[in-house]
């Protein structure tokens, strides 16, 4: 069984500057959250995708945005990058939405933001 | 009311110790209450969960202590070994109707040998 992995593991960008962060999912697990982690703090929800939908969103702004593709992997986009937005970027993935679905989690991305 | 409080931030225990972290929340709709293990450079790990129908979970050193009208949850690692330095999460959610796992702020905690 593999694990969720995350690619990349580390990343520079400068301020206005667009990314892209990849999530493969679990086998068998077809629910996607991800989570923003900024440094000494608990992971922060940013939002969920089940079946290829978006299934909820945190308080973040609309330049966060993501998909899932057909294979259950998941991309994380961020637009106009702005110097807070420099944090470890997790993934976790589940069998099925809800709150109460174990969710395991990547290695995590983490970005910086000159 | 989203908020998870946890406390303390950092804790040192002695080889053979009991550390205990502590976790309060406000929003009663809240019912199911995991905990999480992250190690340096890794994501966090699901250690243990319990649900508000019962008082305490064990598994192995591992136990949630869990009471409801206070709104308080707290981990008990029993025997704490050096390998059990990390940093430890609660979190709470919703079974059933959320998707979301509201997280504490984390309690970084090292086992001295």
């Known amino acids: 069984e593999t694990g969720v992995t995350q690619s990349p593991t580390h990343l520079i960008k400068t301020r206005g500057q667009q990314v892209t962060l990849r999530c493969s999912s679990q086998?068998?697990?077809?629910?996607v959250s991800w989570y923003q982690q900024a440094l000494g703090q608990g992971p922060q929800f940013i939002f969920q995708y089940y079946r290829e939908e978006e299934n909820g969103r945190g308080n973040f702004p609309p330049r966060f945005s993501g998909l899932q593709f057909p294979n259950y992997s998941s991309e994380l986009n961020v637009n106009a990058l702005e110097l807070d937005d420099s944090a470890l970027y997790l993934c976790?993935?589940?069998?099925?939405?809800?709150?109460?679905?174990?969710?395991?989690f990547g290695p995590g991305t983490r970005l910086l933001v000159l | 009311q989203q908020q998870v409080k946890q406390s303390p931030q950092s804790l040192i225990v002695q080889k053979g110790g009991i550390s205990i972290i502590n976790c309060a929340y406000e929003n009663t709709a809240f019912d199911y209450f995991p905990w999480y293990q992250q190690f340096p450079g890794k994501g966090p790990a699901l250690l243990i969960a319990?649900?508000?129908?019962?008082s305490e979970k064990k598994e192995g050193r591992f136990t949630i202590s869990f009471n409801k009208s206070a709104k308080q949850f707290s981990l008990h690692i029993m025997d704490s070994q050096p390998g059990d330095s990390a940093t430890y999460f609660c979190?709470?959610?919703?079974?059933?109707?959320?998707?979301?796992?509201?997280f504490g702020s984390g309690t970084r905690l090292l086992v001295r040998p």
């Open positions: 086998s068998g697990h077809n629910t």
């Open positions: 319990i649900r508000p129908d019962v």
């Open positions: 979190a709470a959610s919703i079974m059933d109707s959320s998707y979301k796992l509201i």
């Open positions: 976790a993935s589940s069998s099925g939405a809800g709150g109460g679905k174990t969710q395991y």
